[in-house]
Structures are given as C-alpha cells and as structure tokens.
C-alpha cells in the first residue's frame, strides 16, 4: 500500500482504523499538537524521555503539512482525540475545525515502523492475526518531569513466542527512533500492570502465557497520559493505534 493513497483514503473518512500493519517499512508516528505557550515545557519532556517520545519532526507553529509526508495533519491521520484542561473531550476524523494558527505539533515515534521487521524475523504479531488494536497500559515506570508534564509511562503490550524473544529484542533495538528494544519482559505486575485481559488503551489480545511472553515497549500514547495530569486548555493526539504514516522508509529496513 502507497502511503499517500492511505491517506486519501483517511482524509476522505474512508479509513478509520488501526494503522498497525498500514505501509509496511514505512515511518509511522504518534501526534501531539498544543499551543505555542506550552511548546517549550512538552520539548524538554520528550528531550528528557526519549524512549517513549522519540522526536521525528517538530512542526512551526500553524504548520499543517509536515516534513516527513505529503499530508495535512488535520486530516490525515484515521483519528484523534482531544483533551481539554486535562480531561479527554473528544474523538473525532479530523481537527478541521479546531485547528488554530498557535498550535505546535510533535510527530513521535512508533513501534508499528518496526512490526515488519519482526514478521520478516519470523515473529507473529497477534493483534494483527485477531483485527484487533495493539494493547497499551499504564505503568509505575517514572518519567522525567518538565515544566508542567510529568507522570509515567505508557506501554505496548506484544506476546512473543518463548524461543523468540532474543529475536525480537535483537530487532527492535536498532529501531532507536521508533522505541527501540523493551523497556520490560515478562512479570506485568513489576511494572504496575494487573490484568493484560483490561488494558488502558487498544484491545486485549489472545495467546497461551504457556507458550508466549508478554513484553513490554515504551509508547507513543505516554503524552496523552502526561496531559491528563498536565491540564493544557487543549491538546490534541491521535488516537491510540492511529498514526500519521509518513513517506519515509525506515533505514533500518535497508540495513537489517
């Protein structure tokens, strides 16, 4: 699939869903857009938490198309979701009408760049066999706070088959821009999580924990979390599992 005809695709609201398995080898990134007044306190959060915020681009404030697509971020990503003074508001297929020239956006990494690569290393990505969003949760693992965004991080949840692991930890650890290797393997409850059955965000996936192990990567979605605690009077993201796919292949996909 061409990246820009997922997007027209997007922009038209005729796709909604998921981007995971989208454009394969291709850049894909998580979004953040605030107002300018609080762009410099949301830099040193992602500078100071590189692993779950990974910069891509940082646009000019009012930029609508960024660098790294032939795209409007108001409308081509599949959704988004805003927050106002730290509560979230709404879902919505575009931010047309919301957009404001003030507003800063962040692209951050995402590890669906790198699920091609774990399917080409003979690793199965369940959310993607069973249709379903790539289950994320809220951890105990602390951030380092800036200015007014603090709080901890969020993770995506793959179960791995046992003999793979080393695999996949080899794999996505050159992905440095897309959150590179795991931040946790195995033992959900060491890490604040309770049921994988209930995640925070996307949807719960099926799999024998006799034969797979979950592990654990750093996301994307941690801002949206940061926000609720923050209370900027708006933010506005993509929803989970929705990302903006860009035009840039990954170089590790050369190089692997």
Known sequence: MEPYKVRTAMRN?????????????????NMVTLPKEYVFDFLLFCMRNPKPCPL?????????????????????????????????????????????EDFVTFLIGCSFTFEKALLDGGIPLFHQEQEKVV????????????????????????????????????????????HGSPVHIGSPEEIGITDLHNPDYGEAVDFDP?????????CGVTPQNAALQAK???????APGHM?????????????
């Not at 990503?77 to 508001?89: Q, T, V």
């Not at 900027?232 to 993509?238: E, K, L, Y």
Request: aromatic share 8%; glycine share 6%.
């Open 13 to 29: 609201e005729e796709k909604n869903g998921t981007t995971s398995g989208f454009c394969e080898g291709y850049i894909q990134t």
């Open 56 to 100: 891509v681009e940082v646009m000019e404030a009012g930029q609508t198309a960024p660098q790294v697509a032939d795209a409007d971020i108001r409308t081509d990503l599949p959704r988004y979701r805003i927050y106002r003074d730290g509560k979230f508001s709404e879902e919505v297929l575009n931010i047309s009408d919301v957009w404001r």
């Open 135 to 178: 289950p994320m949760f809220d951890t105990t693992i602390p951030l380092d706070p800036a200015g007014i965004f603090q709080g901890n991080m969020v993770v995506s949840m793959r179960a791995i088959p046992n003999h793979l692991i080393d695999q996949a930890l080899t794999i996505s650890d050159r992905f440095e821009q897309s």
């Open 210 to 218: 006799a034969e797979a192990t979950p592990v654990f990567w750093a």
């Open 232 to 238: 900027p009077s708006i933010m506005i993201t993509h």
């Open 244 to 256: 903006l796919i860009t035009d840039q292949l990954d170089p590790n996909y050369e190089n692997g």
